[in-house]
């Protein structure tokens, strides 16, 4: 019961974000529904918004319940959110800055004021924001690769014995042709 249960959260995991670690300055894009109107007269729009701040800690590793606290500071006030990362209202989550942090949890940045609050570290290249594939996904795509080659493997011996095959049945052709041969010389 447990495995199949494990199994289902594992396939539920996505995997088109980007390794998200505390430190990390991320924009996360999330999807909105709003309803205006009342009664007949509803109207439901979907708009994505975009949160950009310092992530300050994470839950979770890999599974499905996996969270991340996202903070900044707007007008002054620091806010924070938790963005579940496997929710589909997350569109995307793009990496704006790494910086190095020795710990964990980020706590201690909800008492910086001013300057202190922005962690200094480096710009990233758009090639860098790509997502990177978990070490299951990469045990897996190696497996289907050798399956692949396996199966290969499998089709080349095969192919290999029919044209052994051939090549008998030519050669018992042309021997059995030039015995006759032979006979027919020797009858004459």
Request: with cysteine; hydrophobic share 25%.
């Amino acid at each position: 019961m447990t495995t199949t249960l494990q199994e289902f959260n594992h396939s539920r995991v996505r995997t088109d974000l980007p390794d998200v670690k505390p430190g990390h300055v991320v924009k996360v894009y999330q999807k909105i529904t709003e309803i205006k109107g009342c009664g007949k007269k509803q109207e439901t729009k979907e708009r994505v918004q975009i949160f950009e701040g310092l992530v300050i800690g994470k839950k979770g590793r890999k599974g499905i319940n996996t969270t991340i606290t996202v903070r900044k500071i707007s007008g002054g006030i620091g806010v924070e959110r938790v963005f579940p990362l496997n929710a589909p209202t997350i569109e995307k989550i793009e990496l704006i800055k790494i910086t190095k942090t020795r710990r964990a949890k980020l706590n201690y940045m909800r008492d910086r004021v001013g300057k202190a609050t922005k962690p200094k570290g480096e710009m990233i290249k758009q090639e860098e924001n790509k997502p990177e594939p978990s070490t299951k996904a990469k045990e897996n795509l190696e497996s289907e690769e050798k399956k692949d080659d396996k199966k290969e493997i499998e089709k080349v011996k095969v192919e290999e014995t029919v044209i052994e095959k051939e090549n008998k049945t030519v050669k018992e052709d042309t021997e059995k042709k030039d015995s006759d041969k032979i006979n027919s010389k020797t009858k004459s």
